[in-house]
């Protein structure tokens, strides 16, 4: 299919040079990291707003095309409406859960790439765009974006000469995410011939497989499927980092270990306990102890240097602060913890408790309840169940990843009852295997059935979050 909607925007086929020289400014990737290595630091491409501005329109012309046409990765959740890390982790997580629960040992494999962004070959890219349909205006457009760029870097005051780019998308731009989504796209069948599941934001790959606990061939299958993606990852231009892809094995249960380790070439990887995957730190248990305990030091030492300017601050700011800084962390990918026992989130309520008590000046003794009231703030718990039910609406109106729609199934009756319009989600049996509670499949769907007939038939979004909060609250708070 020609695409060709470009030409309804734009009466040039090139995009414009001024808008191509780019400003690197470098950011270092973690503070803890050592300044005066450069590989420790991300080049981040600081761009004309104007060219953004640009960029944005054809970057939703071109999502349109990519979306009607099918032709995005449905397992790439990196820069796709209603995607994100957290739908891409509950996927991967949900998959570990369910093998686990069948009696199944897991592998998850973290790839690490090298600067992935600055290597992309533009006539590799160009080739994709072709056979995906773009031709025309939109490809020499296309085309003209990627060539003749060139950069500066900012460093400390002062500014670099300009140097030429012949390859790689720029980071910090609109478009370049998007491109190199495009760019991976054939690697997921590189992957699948191994018989291996993955998943992918932007440049960040995880694959998983499952298998019996005496299975005497994973090590030879993992070798393989680490061999083939390398050979891509050298076709493509890229480089695969070996050094710093971690490997995560799940055992069948907790009493059950695995001893091994994959040696490709020269690098050896050797199972880790943990593995830090998209922000979250997932442990070979699942159990996100190791997860919970990293996010409550990052939230008390956020709350730590707030206390400390507290008397120059009003209420208002503090509040503004406290959710910025504290409460923002407590709720990334908090669905992963649906299921989890009351003992291991309490360490999180007691930082919200803590940030409670901050805003309002309280001393540490003050009772909690009545500040959380006020601040209008549901309980980490409720905030949990608030987050996985926000996914299930989103699954029942066919607006969530496809990913996740398959995860839970509609209640279909046999004949017509009233309970068909009734909006019910199907709950899975346990009986045969091990304990689902954990899952999304199981708990999103208890959950749902439990809320009153009125919020599960909310007419959008936007009514159902504002019914469920007041539920929560109500059922959490005021009781």
Not at 16 to 43: I, T
Not at 142 to 152: H, I, K, P, V
Not at 327 to 332: H, Q
Request: aromatic residues 10%; glycine residues 4%; proline residues 5%.
């Amino acid at each position: 299919m020609l695409f060709s909607c470009f030409d309804a925007i734009f009466f040039v086929f090139c995009f414009p040079s001024a808008f191509k020289q780019a400003r690197v400014s470098p950011l270092l990737k973690k503070p803890s990291l050592n300044p005066a290595l450069l590989e420790n630091y991300r080049p981040v491409s600081l761009l004309p707003f104007i060219a953004k501005t640009l960029e944005r329109a054809v970057f939703n012309q071109l999502s349109v095309f990519l979306v009607q046409n099918n032709l995005l990765d449905s397992n790439q959740s990196g820069f796709k409406s209603g995607h994100s890390t957290e739908t891409a982790l509950l996927s991967v997580t949900e998959a570990l859960r369910l093998a686990r629960a069948a009696s199944k040992s897991s592998v998850l494999i973290l790839l690490d790439l090298s600067a992935a962004f600055d290597t992309v070959n533009h006539q590799i890219l160009l080739s994709t765009l072709r056979k995906m349909g773009i031709s025309g205006t939109a490809l020499q457009w296309l085309n003209s974006y990627l060539s003749d760029r060139s950069f500066m870097v900012s460093w400390r005051g002062e500014v670099s000469k300009s140097q030429q780019l012949a390859t790689g998308v720029p980071q910090g731009s609109v478009l370049g995410p998007l491109l190199f989504s495009i760019y991976m796209t054939s690697l997921g069948s590189v992957i699948q011939k191994h018989g291996f599941s993955y998943h992918c934001y932007a440049d960040d790959t995880q694959l998983y497989f499952s298998f019996q606990p005496d299975d005497p061939t994973v090590v030879a299958r993992i070798s393989a499927c680490l061999s083939d993606i390398s050979s891509w990852m050298n076709d493509h231009h890229l480089q695969l980092n070996l050094t710093k892809t971690e490997l995560l094995v799940v055992p069948a249960n907790p009493s059950f270990h695995h001893n091994f380790s994959i040696q490709l070439g020269s690098s050896t990887i050797t199972p880790s306990r943990t593995a830090r995957n998209l922000g979250v730190v997932m442990d070979h248990q699942l159990s996100f102890t190791d997860h919970i305990a990293t996010t409550t030091r990052s939230c008390r030492f956020a709350l730590f240097n707030i206390r400390k300017i507290r008397p120059f601050l009003s209420e208002q700011s503090t509040q503004l602060l406290v959710q910025a800084l504290v409460l923002s962390r407590l709720d990334y990918c908090n669905a992963l913890l649906a299921g989890l026992p009351a003992c291991t989130i309490k360490p999180l309520q007691l930082i919200q408790n803590a940030a409670a008590r901050v805003v309002f000046n309280e001393p540490k003794t003050a009772h909690v309840t009545p500040l959380l009231i006020r601040l209008h703030w549901l309980p980490v718990a409720a905030r949990i169940k608030f987050k996985v039910l926000m996914l299930a609406y989103k699954t029942t109106t066919g607006t969530a990843p496809t990913y996740l729609n398959s995860l839970v199934q509609s209640y279909a009756p046999s004949r017509s009852l009233r309970s068909a319009s009734e909006r019910r989600l199907v709950l899975p049996s346990q009986r045969g295997s091990k304990s689902l509670s954990r899952t999304f499949s199981w708990t999103a769907p208890s959950w749902w059935n439990d809320l009153p007939i009125s919020i599960r038939t909310a007419e959008s979004l936007l009514i159902f979050k504002k019914h469920l909060k007041t539920h929560l609250f109500r059922l959490h708070l005021t009781n």
